[in-house]
């Protein structure tokens, strides 16, 4: 039984900061990400990361504001975000793929989502 689930969520004002987890459980994968949906929007990527925690990908609207990681002792990945912004706000999905590529930006390429948490930034 593959089960991904998000936490951290929350409401923050502007510039500050949130952790995120994501746990998941029933096996491994090879690529973990974060991908964010505002309400009236199309999912949209985020971050993501290797098995191995040394290879990251992160989208423009969040690169030096945002660290992705992950545990795999814990078999759980984090993004810690930093300087929120309001446009920040979204439901934020953590995903999980089987493929092993470097293409790991698009929704196609991961398999199994999480629920969604939460995040509200404050002006």
């Known amino acids: 039984q593959v089960q991904l689930v998000e936490s951290g969520g929350g409401l923050v004002q502007a510039g500050g900061s949130l952790r995120l987890s994501c746990a998941a459980s029933g096996r491994t994968f090879s690529t973990m990400g974060w991908f964010r949906q505002a309400p009236g929007k199309l999912r949209e990527f985020v971050a993501a990361v290797s098995w191995s925690g040394i290879n990251t990908n992160y989208a423009d609207s969040v690169k030096g504001r945002s660290t992705i990681s992950r545990d795999n002792a814990k078999n759980t990945v984090y993004l810690q975000m930093n300087s929120l912004k309001p446009e920040d706000t979204a439901v934020y999905y953590c995903?999980?793929?089987?493929?092993?590529?470097?293409?790991?930006?698009?929704?196609?390429?991961?398999?199994?989502w999480g629920q969604g948490t939460q995040v509200t930034v404050s002006s």
């Open positions: 995903a999980a793929s089987t493929m092993g590529t470097h293409y790991s930006n698009t929704i196609g390429f991961y398999d199994y």
